[in-house]
């Protein structure tokens, strides 16, 4: 095992007794409808699946794009390129945006009292128009022939995360459209050497999302946490099946007996 991952967590779990509010974030709600079943193991259970390698070069284009629309928040202009997507909007500028955009901070919050969970989301950007209607802003980053867009079923997760800040903002009382914007940095592999340098096509994807699913799912999300019952698996996860078989393997074949110390070291001479 390596020294990166816990098998057995003990901290900020799901207890059914506890009057605190629970925290659940934007990715606890995408692990819930993936699957049930990983997400009890995480939240109730201290056993996250391990984890992937952080995605540093998406990072990277998402700081470097905050930045630049923070010139124009604090110009209080829209960005070149909003203009040219014909976006009637400018970066809005608020007291608690890097509360917002910072996840060990909380982000933006909201305590959904019917379950006593904190809902959480940490944004990248929040635009304003002029009738004072927010819109949400996400930035992405990619590396794709031809244009980019999130309509593809894998992008669900995309659409799903818009509509979970645009509800969290509406509930934190503001004016929130429902039309929020991916800004989409795609890498052009075309060139014929990298010559130290990825150059990028930006491009601005309105999206008219619909947050009317989200009470229901933090409901049966809450429930789910509640339950004494593990979850049955997600449909299109096929570990638990491969573990299953693994495990039923495990107690039918018989392990090789552990090799003498005098087998070893004749081994190695
Ligand atoms: S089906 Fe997949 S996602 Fe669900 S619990 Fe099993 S391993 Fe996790």
């Avoid at 909007?89 to 006593?116: M, S």
């Avoid at 096929?238 to 552990?258: G, I, M, Q, W």
């Amino acid at each position: 095992m390596s020294k990166y991952y816990n098998p057995q967590r003990t901290r900020n779990l799901f207890d059914p007794s506890s009057k605190k509010p629970y925290k659940i974030s934007r990715a606890d709600i995408e692990l819930f409808l993936k699957c049930p079943r990983c997400f009890y193991f995480h939240k109730r259970l201290g056993t996250p699946t391990p984890p992937t390698y952080p995605y540093t070069l998406n990072s990277a284009v998402d700081k470097l794009l905050k930045r630049e629309y923070d010139i124009f928040r604090r110009l209080r202009l829209p960005h070149p390129n909003m203009t040219y997507h014909g976006i009637k909007c400018i970066p809005f500028a608020h007291k608690d945006l890097e509360i917002w955009r910072d996840p060990l901070r909380g982000g933006i919050r909201y305590l959904h009292a019917p379950t006593n969970l904190e809902i959480r989301g940490a944004i990248d950007d929040v635009w304003i128009d002029a009738n004072d209607e927010l819109h949400v802003v996400d930035f992405k980053s990619t590396a794709r022939k031809g244009d980019v867009n999130i309509e593809a079923d894998w992008q669900i997760s995309f659409r799903r995360q818009l509509e979970i800040y645009q509800w969290i903002f509406r509930r934190n009382g503001f004016r929130v459209s429902d039309k929020a914007y991916i800004v989409y940095a795609n890498a052009d592999t075309s060139r014929t050497a990298f010559e130290s340098k990825l150059e990028f096509d930006v491009c601005i994807i309105p999206y008219k999302g619909s947050d009317s699913w989200i009470e229901d799912v933090i409901v049966r999300l809450h429930e789910c946490l509640l339950s004494p019952d593990l979850p049955p698996p997600g449909r299109d996860c096929d570990y638990c099946a491969y573990f299953d078989r693994r495990t039923l393997h495990e107690k039918n074949v018989r392990r090789s007996p552990v090799a003498k110390s005098s087998d070893r070291n004749s081994t190695l001479n």
